[in-house]
Nanobody, 118 residues
Framework: QVQLAESGGGLVQPGGSLTLSCTASGTLFEDDLLAWYRQVPGTQRELVANVDIHGTISYGNHMLGRITISRDNAKKSITLQMNDLKPEDTAVYYC????????????WGAGTRVTISS
């Protein structure tokens, strides 16, 4: 069993920056991806980015060029640095762990709200 604890959401003005952090408890395995997703009410949850144990990153389509994601395997954590934030980035951001080779192995954090507004 894995639990994911997120922190770092809040209210930011357009053009500002925000850092989200997530720490996993439990056992992680070599195939596990750690990821950030986001969801606007009424829409599907979408990938922001994920990173594997080797540091290989896959990005979603919506924040490319404005984010930096990093993973610390020793701390079982993932950090998302978001820059030049826009009102359309307002969403609930979820930490995720998944094994792409085992569809049963998927865990979600409770989510942290990010609001971009002046």
């Amino acid at each position: 069993q894995v639990q994911l604890a997120e922190s770092g959401g809040g209210l930011v003005q357009p053009g500002g920056s925000l850092t989200l952090s997530c720490t996993a408890s439990g056992t992680l395995f070599e195939d596990d991806l750690l990821a950030w997703y986001r969801q606007v009410p009424g829409t599907q949850r979408e990938l922001v980015a994920n990173v594997d144990i080797h540091g290989t990153i896959s990005y979603g389509n919506h924040m490319l060029g404005r984010i930096t994601i990093s993973r610390d395997n020793a701390k079982k954590s993932i950090t998302l640095q978001m820059n030049d934030l826009k009102p359309e980035d307002t969403a609930v951001y979820y930490c995720n762990l998944n094994d792409p080779f085992d569809v049963r192995r998927v865990y979600w954090g409770a989510g942290t709200r990010v609001t971009i507004s002046s």
